[in-house]
């Protein structure tokens, strides 16, 4: 079965550093993984999406994300945060059926000035 | 820019209430989704509409059930709420070609007394 997990609930950076966000998959297949992000009261937005073309993606806002299938991995990360960056964010893998995502629990990304 | 609203932001229900969330969508999606988001588990998937009149259960349909008489808009209904169905509710669309690519909306927190 299909499964994602965040492995940091709670990520806090200064305004201007490196922003690492952690995720694990596991899948039995090819995955197509993405990134979420929620800001407050606002709704989920797609950041980006690994398809198995190039296994860097960039997304939106600056972020990136890297497919490792050694590592089972598909770290989020971003050269530098910004304030408006505070958000909760998800990873997500596509599950058996194609309109089936499955989300992991989310971390949450405090940026301080 | 594709629109997914819904029709309240917040609701404040009584237990055994029967309770209606609507969700509109512009973009002529043919796929329409309906999720729960608790703290600590992520999104989970509760109906899924693939065409007018047509739905799928999700992963937790139980104590739900849905609506979507028209292609844009799509319907959650509580029969009878319970206290555990206090959650915040997504509504998301997707292009049939595209499935796995979700637009959501901003979500409603719904609050049974």
């Known amino acids: 079965a299909q499964s994602v997990t965040q492995l940091d609930s709670h990520v806090s950076v200064s305004e201007g550093t490196p922003v690492l966000l952690r995720c694990n998959y596991s899948?039995?297949?090819?995955?197509?993984l993405f990134w979420y992000v929620q800001h407050p009261n606002k709704g989920l937005q797609l950041l980006l999406k690994?398809?198995?073309?190039?296994?860097l993606v960039k997304g939106i806002n600056g972020f990136e994300a890297e497919f490792k299938k050694s590592e089972t991995s598909f770290h989020l990360t971003k050269p530098s945060a910004h304030m408006s960056d505070a958000a909760e964010y998800f990873c997500?893998?596509?599950?058996?059926?194609?309109?089936?995502?499955?989300f992991g629990s989310g971390t949450r990304l405090l940026v301080r000035p | 820019d594709v629109k997914v609203t819904q029709s309240s932001r917040y609701l404040v229900k009584r237990t055994g209430e029967k309770v209606f969330l609507e969700c509109v969508q512009d973009?002529?999606?043919?796929?329409m989704f309906w999720y729960r988001q608790d703290p600590g588990l992520g999104l989970r998937l509760i109906y899924f509409?693939?065409?007018?009149?047509?739905?799928e259960k999700g992963d937790i349909p139980e104590g739900y059930s849905v609506s979507r008489e028209k292609k844009e808009r799509f319907s959650l209904i509580l029969e009878s709420a319970s206290t555990n169905q206090t959650s915040m509710y997504l509504c998301?669309?997707?292009?049939?070609?595209?499935?796995?690519?979700?637009?959501f909306g901003p979500g409603t927190r719904l609050t049974v007394l």
């Open positions: 998301a669309s997707s292009l049939r070609r595209e499935p796995d690519t979700q637009y």
């Open positions: 899948s039995s297949y090819s995955p197509s």
């Open positions: 690994y398809t198995s073309a190039a296994t």
């Open positions: 997500v893998v596509r599950g058996r059926s194609s309109y089936k995502l499955i």
């Open positions: 973009m002529d999606h043919e796929n």
């Open positions: 509409s693939y065409d007018v009149k047509m739905k």
